[in-house]
Each structure stands twice: as C-alpha cells, then as structure tokens.
C-alpha cells in the first residue's frame, strides 16, 4: 500500500473519486467544506471547489465533464475545473451514497434513513423513487450495465435490474459483518475519454475537462496569460508561520484558496516557528524556531532545508537586508539585537553561531521583539516590550545610534514592518489590540 495524500492535512476526508482519462483523484473535505483534486499519486493538490455545505459523497463522470457530490440533505453539480455550481436535489433524506451512469447521464442515490433508491438526470429533472420501504438501512450502491448492485448495513448485497428494481435477487448473504461500500471492478465502466486523454491537454500541471475543452490548472502559481497551459509564480503573497508549518495566502487573487506556493513542512526543522523574512531574489525564506533554538532557511518550493545558525534561543523577530544579504533578529532572552553576513557562513550551523554580531545589548529588563531593516537609509526599527518602558528603537546596522523613538501611548508593541516609499512605520500593540502608524522619525 501507498500513501498519496497527507491525511494530516485534510481536516475532514469524506469520500473519494477518480477522473480515469486525466489520471485525477478528487476529494470531499467536509470541515473546510471544498473539494479537492490532485494527481493520483497525490501531487500537485488543488481546490477544485469552496464554500460548498459539508460536501460527503462525491462521484465523477470524466465524458461529461462533471462532479457530483452530496451533503446536508442535498445533491450538487459542478464542473471539473470547479465551475458552473448547480443543486440537483434539495432537501433529501441523509444520502449514505450515490453513483452514476455515465451513458444514461443519471444519478442514483440510496437513503439509509428512509430505506429507499432514487434517480435524477443530471440536470435535476425526472426526479424518481425507485423503491421504497422494502429494503433494510441501504448502506452502499453502484452500477453494472443493466444492474444496480446495493448492501445494506448488515453486509447483505443485493442487486436488480433497473428497469425493474423490486424484483430483486440475493448476491451476497452475510453473517452480520458490516459493508462500508461496494464498487464494481470493469474496464468496460472506463473506456470513454476526452480532451485530457491526449498528452494531459497540453497542461502544464492539471488538466480539468469541463465538457468541451481542457481546463489547465496550477497547483501553486497561476496559469500563464500567454497559452493558458504552463504555470507561473506569483510575484507578491503573504507568508506566515503556523506553529509546525508555513503556509501562504493571496493577496492579489484574493479569490483564490489555493496557496502561492505550497505548504512547507519537515519534522526535522520546523517544530516551533516563529519569525520570518525572505530573500525574494533567491527564492529563500529564512525562519526562527524557537524549539532548536536556530534560524533555518527553505527555499518557495518547500525543498532544501538548511540549518543556518544554532545556539539562539527565543529569536521572535527576523529581518533580511537585501543589500548588504544580512540577517538581523531580536533575542528576546538576552535582550540584544544580532546580526549575521550571509556571505560568511560555512555548511555548519554550530560554527555559524560564532560568526554571530552582537550589535546592540540592551537592558535586563527589554524584551525585544519585531524587528525591520531599512535597507536605504541604514537603519534597523525593533519593539521593546520592557514592561516599564515599552517602546520603538532604533539604531544604525553597526550599532551606533539607539535611540528610542515612540515611548508614550505604547504597552506591547509586537510585529513592526515598513512602507519604504511614504516613509512610515506601522506596528502592533497586543495590549491596546489596535494598528498604528508613525513617520521614520
């Protein structure tokens, strides 16, 4: 057996289907209420479709273009490329599953609830009850030419032809044992394609059929505007640590669920993550963790993780210098602000920690936290939590300079950041729980 898909990272798994032309496995997540699609040997995972209700049951029909799902007493439809939402069915029982025929273009539901078989076309017409009241608590269904096949929740599986559904015969007599699902295992329930049959239509990375043409989809990234197929990155996303991870979001397709790029994780680095700042030039994001007490890099893609400097402590803020390639950081234990040349630093990160500046060593009683560069002007900005003298300092990169600049109305100023061109600070206080802003000075 082979794991493709990270159960950690799905909040609530409900069902799942195989797109058998693209070589796609769609999935219900009924937590985070979407549906996802991936390669089927997991990669390249994409929300296909949000803001559904509690999505559980889920079936494809890759000739048709369409996924058809369940959830909340309701049968849904959307593309594959997760366009053109419709609702089939409306206020049904509980549904305990559903499939498809493909060649008839019907859709086939059981309620365990109400003991009873359904159909309706794919667009939600010639709704009807196929039988009733004769069956014991339907658990599971699927199709086979003529036939449809059922279990019930004792492990009884049963099958009629549907043209006649009540005349009935016994396939499997069971001792009790419980039937989670039934599937029929066919090459001939497989055999027609579409666009994405031939050289994944062209796509890059998905190929979505959506009933006419392929539909290219980019796990991470966006679709380029110049063919539509291949795959590009986002210039500019919001970055943030997540504990054991770190994940991104848009902030110019704002639409969009699917994180800039994917979510990075390693055990062996990322346990406690705190701070962060980037080298966008490099692709490079730099983090603290305050769990091995070091400052590791990663590159976008989640791939080379690397120990740059051990021995650290609490480092809760991280700045990067794009033009001098400096790290700067506040360490919160020792009160002091520190820095380290990139360009210096050797393959080990115990003998990295002696190249470590101590620029500046403030009082007992600081406690330093944000931190930002001002890589123009040559000046660092950090907030002091000192519990008797909150405040925002700063100080040239060779240490000189500290002055403290806001010292009134401040009690706990957290994260700082800069707007370089209006020449402004902007930070946040965790006591006032409010946003503000100041001039450089």
């Given at each position: 057996f082979e794991q493709v898909v990270d159960g950690n990272s799905i909040d609530w798994l409900g069902e799942i289907a195989v797109d058998w032309v693209a070589d796609n496995i769609y999935w219900t997540d009924q937590k985070r209420n979407l549906i996802e699609v991936a390669r089927l040997n997991g990669s390249l995972r994409y929300v296909v479709a949000s803001n559904l209700e509690s999505p559980?049951?889920?079936?494809?029909?890759?000739?048709?273009?369409?996924?058809?799902?369940?959830?909340?007493?309701?049968?849904?439809?959307?593309?594959?490329?997760?366009?053109?939402?419709?609702?089939?069915?409306?206020?049904?029982?509980?549904?305990?599953?559903?499939?498809?025929?493909?060649?008839?273009?019907?859709?086939?539901?059981?309620?365990?609830?109400?003991?009873?078989?359904?159909?309706?076309?794919?667009?939600?017409?010639?709704?009807?009850i196929l039988l009733n009241n004769t069956l014991d608590n339907v658990k599971a269904l699927d199709l086979?030419?003529?036939?449809?096949?059922?279990?019930?929740?004792?492990?009884?599986i049963?099958?009629?032809?549907?043209?006649?559904?009540?005349?009935?015969?016994?396939?499997?007599?069971?001792?009790?044992?419980?039937?989670?699902?039934?599937?029929?295992?066919?090459?001939?329930?497989?055999?027609?394609?579409n666009a994405c049959g031939i050289n994944s239509g062209g796509c890059q990375e998905l190929c979505l059929f959506n009933g006419t043409h392929p539909i290219c989809a980019c796990s991470h990234g966006k679709i380029s505007q110049d063919d539509f197929k291949s795959c590009e990155s986002y210039d500019s996303f919001l970055l943030y640590s997540k504990v054991a991870a770190i994940e991104s979001i848009h902030i110019?397709?704002?639409?969009?669920?699917?994180?800039?790029?994917?979510?990075?994780?390693?055990?062996?680095?990322?346990?406690?993550?705190?701070?962060?700042?980037?080298?966008?030039?490099?692709?490079?994001?730099?983090?603290?963790?305050?769990?091995?007490?070091?400052?590791?890099?990663?590159?976008?893609?989640?791939?080379?993780?690397?120990?740059?400097?051990?021995?650290?402590?609490?480092?809760?803020g991280l700045a990067f210098n794009p033009i001098t390639k400096q790290l700067f950081w506040t360490s919160n234990n020792e009160a002091a602000i520190r820095s380290l040349e990139l360009a210096n630093i050797t393959a080990d990160a115990k003998t990295n920690?002696?190249?470590?500046?101590?620029?500046?060593?403030?009082?007992?009683?600081?406690?330093?936290?944000?931190?930002?560069?001002?890589?123009?002007?040559?000046?660092?900005?950090?907030?002091?939590?000192?519990?008797?003298?909150?405040?925002?300092?700063?100080?040239?990169?060779?240490?000189?300079?500290?002055?403290?600049?806001?010292?009134?109305?401040?009690?706990?100023?957290?994260?700082?950041?800069?707007?370089?061109q209006a020449k402004k600070l902007y930070w946040a206080d965790a006591r006032y729980d409010k946003i503000e802003r100041a001039d450089y000075d």
């Open positions: 559980q049951l889920i079936a494809v029909d890759p000739v048709s273009g369409f996924i058809f799902y369940s959830g909340r007493g309701k049968i849904g439809r959307t593309g594959l490329d997760g366009t053109g939402k419709f609702i089939l069915v409306n206020q049904t029982s509980a549904i305990s599953d559903l499939t498809l025929d493909i060649e008839n273009q019907v859709v086939y539901w059981c309620e365990v609830q109400t003991d009873t078989i359904w159909r309706v076309d794919y667009d939600g017409n010639m709704k009807t086979y030419e003529d036939n449809i096949f059922w279990s019930d929740v004792h492990g009884n049963k099958a009629a032809n549907v043209r006649n559904i009540t005349n009935y015969w016994p396939v499997v007599d069971s001792d009790g044992a419980s039937v989670k699902d039934i599937k029929i295992f066919s090459t001939q329930k497989q055999q027609k394609t110019t397709d704002p639409n969009n669920i699917n994180g800039p790029i994917p979510e990075i994780q390693n055990s062996t680095f990322l346990k406690n993550t705190i701070a962060l700042t980037y080298d966008h030039d490099q692709q490079l994001i730099y983090y603290s963790d305050v769990e091995y007490s070091s400052i590791n890099s990663v590159f976008y893609n989640g791939s080379n993780h690397r120990k740059i400097v051990a021995k650290q402590l609490t480092v809760e920690a002696d190249l470590v500046r101590e620029l500046i060593k403030l009082k007992p009683t600081d406690k330093p936290r944000g931190i930002a560069v001002e890589p123009c002007l040559a000046m660092i900005y950090w907030t002091n939590w000192n519990p008797l003298a909150a405040s925002i300092q700063r100080a040239y990169p060779s240490g000189y300079g500290l002055e403290s600049i806001i010292t009134t109305d401040i009690r706990m100023p957290n994260a700082i950041t800069l707007d370089y």
